[in-house]
């Protein structure tokens, strides 16, 4: 325990008072003196503040998704029979999570065995998240004594903000995304499509029975003819083409990665064949099968914003590597080299297979490589969070104001080019977003 | 012919309008909005010393000097208070507002110190406790009302006085421009000013026994505090050769913390002599006060070379009485001044010409704006007469005629002007104690809100009114107390987190010991101090005297315990 330096104006108030006190012969000035001295010794007999507590915190979900809100409680229990009357406890937060409200100290007292919560809420960028220890400063009533520990909270110590497959709540894709798409032909299916004049061998429950009751002429109906297609998801990991979050919070790379395993869930789910592709050279072949999951996820675990004067290095295993084993020369054979601003890697894409861009569109350069990829014949889709939600013109910078206004510039350009463009407002789900995605694609 | 397009007709001056609308009205939302902040930033123990404060100043000023003294105290506060934090703004128009504001606060201290002078000749030795008891209720409101802003360091009142005397160049030059086109105004106008340079130079130069002895201090004080200004803005390093630098760094920092010394320990014989002095000079010889008039009088310089041994006396009159010692301390004054001012100018030009001009031209444009109304005032009210009537009598009679001569409205801009010469002195003063005293860097509201009501404590108990100054006295710890509680708890918790139930606690608990403090204090003064009758003097001082060493013990052991 710390004895704390408080009361030194006091003490040389009451040594000068008494001083010219006794040379001017003034008693009043000794009873002020003397009142600074009282009050100065009362303060010091002042009991120490007891070390007898307990804190533990509770966290609102431990596995959030990037941006999700996260309610963080402390119960602070007094467990000895004294006062504590001056606890000051502060949470150790690594430095990538943004306490968007409350905060993350708390001052308090508390009574012989009284107990307080305090809550505060954070957002997480993706990763997994440790809380340090929490420290605590206790003084007593007068605020003469004082210590400071460092205390290991009991409950949740940790927590995981991630955009794993697996973990992703497949039973909220209720909707149809990429896959079993909708085409423009008749046939086997769910949605009434036309009807056409009766063909022998024509199945029975696909006959017009009302149609023959009205004139006598047998029709058949055909539904919309849904295909499984191939879809590549391009996520744009260069370092360049991603912003900040405005005042805290998972950045646009965040975002886009876990738009991108949301989308990639749904097209596995539909039955899709699937692949990922990013920028920087990271190539997952378009598949369906437990190997081509797996695949995905190790990406989207992996993937971090490149600096593009690294994406020059080749990342591709050399011919004779003779110590991989065949998975992983398969792996290694598989990865685009994307050396040349994405080029090789439009040569990997298959024929007729659809490509969905994930990217905040911060830059001109990923519109042209959409144009691109468009421009080889692959129906081209982007999905792009908007890193300005919710933000009041008076909240953003200038340079924030003209950055909203180039995008909205790049989205509209896009849009004008028969691009269907999921502009993804943060405050709606992700799968309103990709619902209308769907919309605008398939008209 | 020239084409006249309908937009250019009909817009301009409606543009010009809405602008003016435009820029005030976000001169009212700024202003609202930093207020806002401000007092939201502010905590339960924050508003606890400010009321506390307050209530003190309002009850114990009302005992002291009765109802319209407590008032024109809180006013002073308020307008001091105000004039710091405006004029300290970086939005132009809060800095000019601000000059404006300073003339109020020119105003008022002008009427507390001179109620502070008036008591002291009125009441001999005890009015200077009660002259010192109101200066410490303005500087207890102060403290109270620099609450929101919570530091009060000298840098932010050298700025303050550096934006007022720019202020009075812009008051100086109206004058100027009214005089100016009139030759015989002009003429008077040369004549004062010329008579009024040399009557300030000879007051400057001035070696009068009266006041050679501090001010000689102040002087001294002055100079060194300057010359480390100067010294610190002198890349002085960086023309010594980079193996020497460490050296040259570490020497420069050892003079600079004998320096700091010097210059608080000149001030404190400054400022105590100065007081033995009024003493001497305004306190009638009489029975009450003859004993300490002995003593004071020693500090007149011709008195001081019968006390002092032999070749010490010639010294020391030899260096406080020295008219070229204190040229070329002037000398070294106004220099460092010059030198100081110019790096300032060179620090704002970098920022860029329109930033410096801005700067400029805020106060200008706010001392000239704020002395049209406020010299009508002064010209219907005849505060020159007031002014003239009230002049010292070393005044030159050029620049009496001249006040005289001008145009009534040109009268109350010079009286302006001296009134925004008053708010510069006024925080001077403010700068000079917290020169002497050292404010704490994130309490400096506090501690001075504290001092000021410990100030009046003492002076309430002079003055003969112990109950006051007890409950005073513990008033004012319990300010510091609290007010110092809510500064840890923003430093160590920053942000805002909820720190309500601690402090209501910690607050409650100053309370309960500081009135604990304050009634064994006065059950201790009422009931043992009557008890004790000493035989003799000598027995009375051995008395007092071993009291003071028990007291100093008791100091050390909780300094050092603490």
């Known amino acids: ?443 | 012919m020239s084409i006249e397009y309908p937009s250019q007709q009909s817009n301009d001056p409606e543009s010009t309008v809405d602008r003016l609308r435009t820029g005030f009205g976000s001169l009212v939302s700024s202003m609202i909005t930093t207020l806002r902040v401000r007092f939201y930033s502010l905590r339960f123990g924050d508003w606890f010393s400010i009321l506390l404060t307050l209530g003190v100043v309002a009850i114990a000023g009302t005992a002291f000097v009765g109802s319209t003294g407590a008032l024109l105290a809180v006013a002073s506060g308020l307008t001091l208070a105000l004039t710091l934090v405006m004029t300290n703004s970086s939005n132009p128009l809060l800095s000019s507002l601000g000059v404006a504001i300073s003339m109020f606060a020119g105003v008022l201290a002008a009427a507390v110190g001179g109620f502070a002078v008036y008591i002291l000749l009125q009441t001999g030795f005890s009015g200077l406790f009660a002259g010192l008891g109101i200066v410490s209720l303005v500087l207890a409101s102060t403290g109270a009302f620099l609450a929101p802003i919570r530091s009060i360091t000298r840098l932010a009142i050298a700025r303050s006085t550096l934006v007022l005397a720019v202020g009075m160049v812009g008051v100086a030059g109206l004058v100027g421009v009214l005089v100016a086109p009139r030759a015989e105004l002009r003429g008077l106008a040369t004549e004062a000013g010329f008579a009024t340079g040399q009557t300030v130079v000879s007051t400057l130069l001035s070696v009068d026994p009266v006041h050679a002895l501090s001010t000689f201090f102040f002087l001294l004080a002055a100079a060194l505090f300057l010359i480390g200004r100067v010294v610190v803005r002198l890349p002085v390093e960086r023309l010594l050769p980079a193996d020497r630098r460490s050296t040259a760094v570490a020497a420069i920092e050892w003079v600079q913390q004998w320096r700091v010394t010097l210059v608080r320990g000149s001030l404190v014989v400054a400022i105590v002599t100065g007081i033995g002095l009024l003493l001497d000079a305004t306190v009638p010889p009489d029975e009450e006060s003859g004993w300490l008039l002995e003593y004071t009088q020693l500090l007149r310089t011709e008195q001081l070379s019968t006390v002092v041994p032999a070749p010490v006396d010639e010294i020391l009159l030899g260096v406080v009485a020295s008219q070229s010692i204190r040229s070329v301390l002037y000398v070294v004054i106004f220099g460092a001044i010059g030198v100081l001012l110019v790096a300032r100018l060179l620090v704002a030009l970098r920022r860029g010409l329109a930033w410096t001009i801005v700067k400029l031209a805020a106060p200008l444009a706010g001392g000239i704006i704020a002395s049209i109304p406020l010299g009508m005032l002064a010209s219907r009210f005849a505060a020159i007469e007031l002014l003239i009537e009230a002049a010292p009598a070393g005044t030159p009679p050029d620049l009496i005629e001249f006040l005289q001569t001008v145009p009534s409205f040109v009268a109350g801009a010079v009286v302006v002007g001296i009134l925004l010469g008053l708010a510069v002195l006024a925080l001077l003063a403010l700068g000079l104690l917290a020169t002497v005293i050292v404010l704490p860097a994130n309490t400096g509201s506090t501690a001075l809100a504290s001092i000021g009501l410990f100030g009046v404590a003492v002076a309430a108990v002079v003055v003969g009114l112990p109950l006051v100054g007890v409950g005073v006295a513990a008033a004012a710890l319990c300010v510091w107390d609290v007010g110092e509680f809510g500064a840890t708890l923003r430093t160590e918790l920053p942000g805002r987190p909820p720190t309500l139930r601690a402090e209501t606690v910690h607050a409650s608990g100053s309370l309960l010991y500081c009135s604990a403090g304050a009634i064994g204090a006065w059950l201790l003064y009422r009931l043992a101090v009557p008890q004790i009758q000493p035989p003799a003097a000598e027995i009375a001082a051995v008395g007092l005297l071993g009291s003071l060493g028990v007291a100093a013990l008791l100091g050390i052991f909780l300094a050092g315990s603490n």
């Open chain 1, 1 to 443: 325990m710390k004895s704390l330096s408080r009361w030194q104006g006091a003490l040389v108030g009451s040594l000068v008072l008494t001083l010219l006190g006794v040379l001017i012969g003034a008693d009043g000035l000794l009873v002020v003196a003397l009142v600074a001295l009282l009050v100065v010794g009362l303060a010091r007999v002042s009991s120490t503040p007891s070390d007898a507590y307990r804190i533990e915190r509770s966290l609102s979900n431990s596995r959030p998704n990037p941006g999700e809100p996260v309610t963080v409680t402390l119960r602070i229990e007094n467990e000895s029979r004294r006062m504590l009357p001056d606890l000051r406890i502060t949470e150790d937060l690594p430095e990538s999570l943004t306490v968007i409200s409350g905060s993350s100290s708390v001052g308090t007292a508390l009574p012989p065995g009284g107990e307080t919560t305090h809550s505060y809420e954070l957002i997480a960028p993706r990763g997994e998240f440790v809380f340090g220890d929490l420290t605590v400063r206790r003084r007593n009533l007068a605020s003469t004594l004082g210590s400071a520990d460092f205390v290991t909270a009991e409950g949740t110590t940790q927590f995981t903000c991630e955009t794993l497959i697996d973990s992703l709540p497949l039973r909220q894709q209720t909707i149809q995304f990429i896959g079993e798409t909708p085409t423009n032909q008749g046939g086997p299916g769910v949605e009434f499509f036309s009807t056409r004049e009766y063909r022998p061998g024509d199945p029975l429950n696909r006959i017009d029975w009302n149609q023959y009751a009205r004139s006598g002429t047998l029709s058949t109906v055909e539904y919309r003819l849904e295909r499984a297609v191939t879809v590549v998801f391009i996520i744009d990991d260069r370092a360049a083409g991603h912003v900040d979050a405005i005042g805290g919070g998972p950045n646009s790379f965040d975002l886009t990665l876990y738009a991108a395993a949301r989308g990639i869930v749904t097209s596995l789910d539909d039955g899709n064949e699937t692949g990922v592709a990013t920028l920087s050279g990271e190539w997952v072949a378009p598949g369906v099968g437990d190997r081509t999951r797996s695949r995905l996820s190790d990406v989207l675990d992996t993937a971090e914003p490149v600096d593009e004067s690294l994406i020059d290095e080749p990342r591709g295993g050399s011919d004779d590597d003779t110590t991989e084993d065949a998975t992983e020369d398969a792996a290694k054979a598989d990865r685009a080299v994307a050396t040349d601003g994405g080029m090789e890697l439009l040569h990997r894409l298959p024929k007729n297979g659809q490509v969905v861009i994930c990217s905040p569109l911060v830059d001109d350069a990923i519109v042209e490589y959409a144009e691109q990829c468009s421009s080889h014949g692959h129906a081209v889709s982007v999905l792009s969070p908007d890193m300005t939600t919710g933000r009041g013109i008076k909240e953003l910078s200038m340079g924030n104001r003209v950055g909203r206004l180039c995008r909205r510039q790049r989205i509209s350009y896009l849009r004008g080019r028969n691009t269907a463009v999921a502009d993804w407002n943060l405050r709606e789900p992700l799968l309103a977003e990709l619902q209308r995605l769907q919309r605008r694609w398939t008209t």
